[in-house]
């Protein structure tokens, strides 16, 4: 075999090997890196932005439908309290007898025509509180003692005798009713007339 010489103006070539390209550039990861870097960081400031709306919508005080606004006191409706409130009775005052008596025992006073001291006196006040005229007299009244004793009256014998009067509505009087011994009065009672209605009074 004979070995040839390269012609002038031709590469020589190496026996058995063909020319190998030069090697090709490597790739960086530089870029990739950097990029997904930045997308990082716009997500994070996303959600940062996400969660900052969400909690400042919880704490705007906005409406929902669900929240409850505090109502005025003024504007409250009436509860069942209030409207049986309103459909209970009124209760009305109460009514005056038509006549009241009141008694006190006090110190007998003589007058000319008691026979010694052995006399016991009520001072009464009697009080019309009817629409019509009543009478007074020292006789419709008697004197009910501790005992259950009544006791009449004896006319004339204490100086502050209660007086034989007309009473208009309205008016009272006051004197006092006399019985004869010593006891300790327990209550009043006036007949309008004698014969008419009875009004007890405690003796204080």
């Known amino acids: 075999m004979t070995y040839q010489q390269p012609q002038p103006g031709y590469p020589q070539q190496q026996p058995g090997w063909g020319q190998q390209p030069p090697p090709a550039p490597k790739k960086s990861n530089a870029g990739k890196i950097i990029g997904f870097g930045c997308l990082g960081i716009i997500g994070l400031f996303v959600l940062i932005g996400i969660i900052g709306a969400v909690a400042m919508g919880g704490d705007d005080g906005s409406d929902t439908g669900t929240s409850k606004q505090p109502t005025a006191a003024g504007d409250a409706k009436p509860g069942k309290a209030d409207d049986a409130k309103a459909d209970a009775p009124k209760e009305e005052p109460a009514k005056k007898a038509p006549v009241t008596v009141t008694g006190k025992q006090v110190d007998f006073k003589k007058s000319i025509l008691a026979q010694g001291d052995n006399y016991t006196s009520v001072q009464v006040t009697i009080t019309n509180n009817s629409k019509n005229d009543i009478d007074i007299n020292p006789l419709y009244v008697t004197i009910t003692d501790t005992d259950g004793s009544k006791h009449t009256a004896e006319l004339g014998v ?43 009074g405690d003796v204080g």
């Open 158 to 200: 204490d100086e502050d005798q209660l007086d034989t009067v007309t009473l208009a509505p309205g008016e009272n009087s006051t004197g006092t009713v006399t019985g004869k011994g010593k006891f300790e009065a327990k209550y009043v009672t006036y007949t309008d007339g004698l014969i008419g209605d009875s009004v007890r």
